[in-house]
């Protein structure tokens, strides 16, 4: 039997720790990607940073709390801003073919953790939208610029 000092024991128990730390962040890499990764489904922001601005140019839907407003005021309510707010935070997207966007709406999307904000391109295409995002165009199905964008600002 081994019999380990305090010192000794410690280093174990450290040595330990950081394998188990390499083995849980490598853990996505051992069992391959995901379904939905190789058919190009990707949401459009990413689910564990918080949305804190939505930027159009002019005016900006930021969070307030729980809640959100509209700087500076539109006519929209509470409920419609909030709305909006929460399809960029839960929509998936498609990648789609190589189109140029021919006069988008430009959005930037400011999340909570980074620095620079990601810029979005949207585009009406028929029912569905279509949105840049750096370099590559994606589908939004069955949604249209309206669930993106207050109604005056369009």
Known sequence: MIRLGQKGAN?????????????FSRMDRLFG????????I???LPQD???ITLDFGQHQIQRIGKGWRIKPGLSDSEQDIADIAHRWQTTEMILYSQVTLTEPYVVVAWLAGEDKGRVFKLMSFGTD????YQQQVYLIAEQPLSSFIPQELH
């Open 42 to 44: 990707v949401p459009l």
């Open 129 to 132: 939208l279509l949105v840049e």
């Open 11 to 23: 280093n174990v128990l450290i040595f330990s720790m950081i394998i188990l730390i390499v083995l």
């Open 33 to 40: 990607p995901d379904q939905e990764s190789i058919q190009g």
């Open 49 to 51: 940073s918080p949305l």
